[in-house]
Each structure stands twice: as structure tokens, then as C-alpha cells.
């Protein structure tokens, strides 16, 4: 196997290896969380109180969604908002989600990852120097070559919890 950044074909240089970046990372999502049963996707530490596999997941989908529409300079709609968030509920955390299948999680994620590699298809890498806003208040600002970049890096940063919550379930099981 070959690893390698290059986008597909049709998208320019740097906006392609962006997206086989989050590509990249969205394998190895469903590679660490393949075989998980339901009980272990919606495990939430030794003492109950971390997030889940199906509420980081959920979180990763909503965070990309945002990405997504700012890069396509539009809001994001009232439909998504209902079906992937909040970002956060009432209490600062991330949502309760529980019985939700990690078939559907991941199925639900595939789709938002073809949404990004359409709106990356439509990206020259001129494009990437545009200056979008994001935060819970939209009160930060960066690049949009930021925004790709960073859904990489959010999800590898919650993939580690991901592989946290699976050695602890594992030796909860022994």
C-alpha cells in the first residue's frame, strides 16, 4: 500500500492534498472503530464520564458540516442543524447520543466527506487565502486552507480519545 497526499485529478495542487488529508483520516476512523459493538460505541469511560465513540463522531460530522458550507461561503442549513447538532449542549458538553449505530454514524459521515469533496472540487487553491469566521460566537477568523487542515487535525485529535475509550472497554470486558 501506498500512503501519499495527492487529491484527486480534478482539484488544484494544495486544495487536493488538504482533502486526502481528512480522506486519509476518515479511513483510518472507520479502520479504529471497525468492529465495535453497540454497547462500545456508546461507552463513555470507567466512570461514565467521557465522551463516546457515537458522541465524538456525531461532533466531528457537525464540526466538518460547518467547514464545509464556509468554504462553499454559504450558512449552514436549518436541516443539518436539527439532524447533526447542536455543538454543544446546555451544559457546554458535547450532545448525549446513545443507541445510535456506529453503521449509521459512519454511513452519515461518508455522506458529509462526499460534500467536501465536491466543494473541494470546486476550489482553486486562490481560493484558499479567503478569510472565513468560525467559533460558537463566529469569533474567530482563518483560511479556508486552515479549515480543511483543521478538520484533519480534529479528527485525529478524537480519534486518540476513540482509541482511549476502546482500551479501557477492553479492559473493563476482562
Same mark, same amino acid.
Given at each position: 500500500?501506498?500512503? %501519499?497526499?495527492?487529491?484527486?485529478?480534478?482539484?488544484?495542487?494544495?486544495?487536493?492534498? *488538504? &482533502?486526502?488529508?481528512? @480522506?486519509?483520516?476518515?479511513?483510518?476512523?472507520?479502520?479504529?472503530?471497525?468492529?465495535?459493538?453497540?454497547?462500545?460505541?456508546?461507552?463513555?469511560?470507567?466512570?461514565?464520564?467521557?465522551?463516546?465513540?457515537?458522541?465524538?463522531?456525531?461532533?466531528?460530522? &457537525?464540526?466538518?458540516?460547518?467547514? !464545509?458550507?464556509?468554504?462553499?461561503?454559504?450558512?449552514?442549513?436549518?436541516?443539518?442543524?436539527?439532524?447533526?447538532?447542536?455543538?454543544?449542549?446546555?451544559?457546554?458538553?458535547?450532545?448525549?447520543? @446513545?443507541?445510535?449505530?456506529?453503521?449509521?454514524?459512519?454511513?452519515?459521515?461518508?455522506?458529509?466527506?462526499?460534500?467536501? @469533496?465536491?466543494?473541494?472540487?470546486? *476550489?482553486? %487553491?486562490?481560493?484558499?487565502? @479567503?478569510?472565513?469566521?468560525?467559533? +460558537?460566537?463566529?469569533?474567530?477568523?482563518?483560511?479556508?486552507?486552515?479549515? !480543511?487542515?483543521?478538520?484533519?487535525?480534529?479528527?485525529? &485529535?478524537?480519534?486518540? +480519545?476513540?482509541?482511549?475509550?476502546?482500551?479501557?472497554?477492553?479492559?473493563?470486558?476482562?
Amino acid at each position: 500500500m501506498l500512503f %501519499d497526499l495527492k487529491g484527486d485529478a480534478n482539484m488544484s495542487p494544495i486544495v487536493g492534498m *488538504l &482533502y486526502s488529508a481528512v @480522506k486519509e483520516n476518515d479511513q483510518r476512523l472507520q479502520f479504529i472503530t471497525a468492529g465495535m459493538s453497540q454497547a462500545e460505541v456508546d461507552y463513555k469511560g470507567p466512570n461514565n464520564n467521557f465522551n463516546s465513540t457515537a458522541q465524538l463522531i456525531k461532533h466531528l460530522m &457537525y464540526v466538518d458540516l460547518n467547514w !464545509i458550507f464556509r468554504i462553499k461561503g454559504e450558512s449552514l442549513p436549518q436541516s443539518f442543524k436539527e439532524q447533526y447538532g447542536p455543538m454543544i449542549d446546555e451544559n457546554n458538553r458535547l450532545p448525549m447520543v @446513545k443507541g445510535m449505530s456506529l453503521n449509521t454514524l459512519m454511513s452519515q459521515y461518508v455522506s458529509i466527506l462526499e460534500m467536501l @469533496k465536491e466543494a473541494c472540487t470546486n *476550489l482553486t %487553491d486562490a481560493d484558499l487565502d @479567503k478569510v472565513v469566521t468560525f467559533g +460558537h460566537e463566529n469569533e474567530k477568523q482563518a483560511t479556508i486552507r486552515w479549515g !480543511i487542515w483543521h478538520m484533519a487535525d480534529h479528527s485525529r &485529535y478524537h480519534q486518540a +480519545h476513540i482509541n482511549q475509550l476502546r482500551k479501557w472497554y477492553r479492559e473493563n470486558l476482562d
